[in-house]
């Protein structure tokens, strides 16, 4: 029987890449109550809140809960190779948990194998070259412009600010510079920039008894002033004055219904094989060619009451609470155990 669940989050006192300032702030603490409130309200079960990591691996030991709801997405201590490590901790330990297992986040960390598998698959994807970290830092020479730089390894629009799209080798050579000065040795991406609008699509639940996959979602860049670039770089995350985190709003996505079940049907097949559980966001852009293709798959996407993936349940219909709940529900179901 499952009762007792512990909500862990990222640790607010640690210092966080992903945000503002490299730490948490009013906005964080405001999406967390909010999720603190809603699990604690979650009748029947006792709700335990924890965003502090100093202790937290003994405690867990000593008092294990029956569910971890896992919405660690910022890693142990917010150190983001070590997400995984929160996963793998708690499956040693025979510690159930919310969200994907460990094989799953490492091998959506590396936006490369993604891109490789996701084609392999059948699922359209952009062209891309990788410029190694141990290499020059010199775009290849069959590029076509404009093109997209970024990190592989990274998440929360690290590394791809409003100069990520370059419009010539010079100025892919310029953000390939800068981008080894932020992140030394890193792998960096080259790929065809999609100028088309950008989706989300999410879903909660499991191949086994089913995914539900919610409406898609239209990230609106119309707000943004001219010459911006549009895309959800690192200033729509963590610079409250830029235009990039002020005029940008999310929408239901307007799309025919045979193009979002072609989406969803690929949604479905990724989830499979990248082993992924109980909840997930997979982001998409149309290309100049006109094809919808896959950016990313987020095995640990943001459960704040202002993120997609609470947008996209509310265009079903569906309130941040029970949101919550659907994620929780569809663990115990995975699990085999019924709910206290
Ligand atoms: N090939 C691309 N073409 C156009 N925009 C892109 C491309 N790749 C990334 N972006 C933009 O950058 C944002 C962040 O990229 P993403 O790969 O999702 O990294 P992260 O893991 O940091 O979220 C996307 O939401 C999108 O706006
Ligand atoms: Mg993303």
Known sequence: MIRKLLVLTGDHGAPDPTKRGGAYHEEDLATHAAMAEAMTAMSGFEVEVVSRHEGLLDRLRADPPDLVVNFCDTGFFNVPTQ??????????????????????????????????????????????????????????????????????????????????????????????????????????????????????LGVIGNPEPGLTVLPPLEVDFSRLPAGLAPILSFESKAMPDSPYWTDIAFKRADLPAAEVETMAGAVRRLFRRFGLRDYARFDFRRGADGRVKLMEVNP???????????????????????MLRMIVDAAIERLGRPAA
């Open 83 to 200: 997400e995984l490590h929160v996963a793998a901790y708690l499956e040693l330990f025979g510690i159930p948990y919310t969200g994907a297992p460990p094989a799953a986040m490492v091998l959506c960390y590396d936006k490369q194998a993604v891109r490789v598998i996701a084609e392999a698959m059948g699922v359209p994807v952009p062209w891309e070259r990788m410029v190694p970290g141990d290499g020059p830092a010199e775009p290849p020479e069959d590029l076509a412009y404009p093109a997209l730089i970024k990190p592989n390894r990274a998440d929360g629009s690290v590394g791809i600010t409003k100069d990520a799209v370059v419009h010539s080798a010079g100025e892919a050579r310029d953000y390939l510079a800068f981008l080894r000065d932020l992140l030394p040795g890193a792998d960096a991406l080259i790929q065809e920039y999609l100028p088309g609008p950008e989706y989300g």
């Open 300 to 322: 640990n996407p943001a459960w704040a009451n202002d993120g997609k993936l609470a947008f996209m349940a509310g265009f079903a219909g569906i309130a941040y609470p029970a």
